[in-house]
C-alpha cells in the first residue's frame, strides 16, 4: 500500500491550495481516507475523511466551509482543496486509509492503517 500526498506550499492569508495523494494497493471500497494535520509542537488532528464507497465527507470544525474533500475513482485519488487560508492553518498535512472504519473512529488517527509521507503547508499573515 503507498499513499503519496503532494501539493503543499507557501501561501499568503486568505489564498488557496490543494492537495493531493495518490492511493495504490488498497481495494477501495472498504476504506475511509482521511486527511490529518500536525502543526510544531501540537498533536495530529483530524482535517477532513471520506468514505470512498459512497462518497460522503466529514470536516474538522475548524475547516469546514473552508476545505472540500473529494475522491476521483479513475485516478485513484483523494483531494483537499483548501480556500480561505489562515496562519493556524500551517502544519503537515498527511493522508490516511483507514479500513472498515465506523464513524466514531473517523477523527482518531491511530484507526488509520496506512500514511503517506506528509506534505507542509505554511500560511502567512
Known amino acids: 500500500v503507498q499513499l503519496q500526498a503532494s501539493g503543499g506550499g507557501l501561501v499568503q492569508a486568505g489564498g488557496s491550495l490543494g492537495l493531493s495523494c495518490a492511493a495504490s494497493?488498497?481495494?477501495?471500497?472498504?476504506?475511509?481516507m482521511g486527511w490529518f494535520r500536525e502543526a510544531p509542537r501540537k498533536e495530529r488532528e483530524f482535517v477532513s475523511a471520506?468514505?470512498?464507497?459512497?462518497?460522503?465527507?466529514y470536516y474538522a470544525d475548524s475547516v469546514k466551509g473552508r476545505f472540500t474533500i473529494s475522491r476521483d475513482n479513475a485516478k485513484n485519488t483523494v483531494s483537499l482543496q483548501m480556500n480561505s487560508l489562515k496562519p493556524v492553518d500551517t502544519a503537515v498535512y498527511y493522508c490516511?486509509?483507514?479500513?472498515?472504519?465506523?464513524?466514531?473512529?473517523?477523527?482518531?488517527?491511530?484507526?488509520?492503517?496506512?500514511w503517506g509521507q506528509g506534505t507542509l503547508v505554511t500560511v502567512s499573515s
Open positions: 471520506i468514505r470512498w464507497s459512497g462518497g460522503s465527507t
Open positions: 494497493g488498497l481495494t477501495f471500497g472498504s476504506y475511509v
Open positions: 490516511s486509509a483507514g479500513r472498515d472504519l465506523i464513524l466514531s473512529n473517523y477523527r482518531n488517527p491511530p484507526a488509520y492503517n496506512y
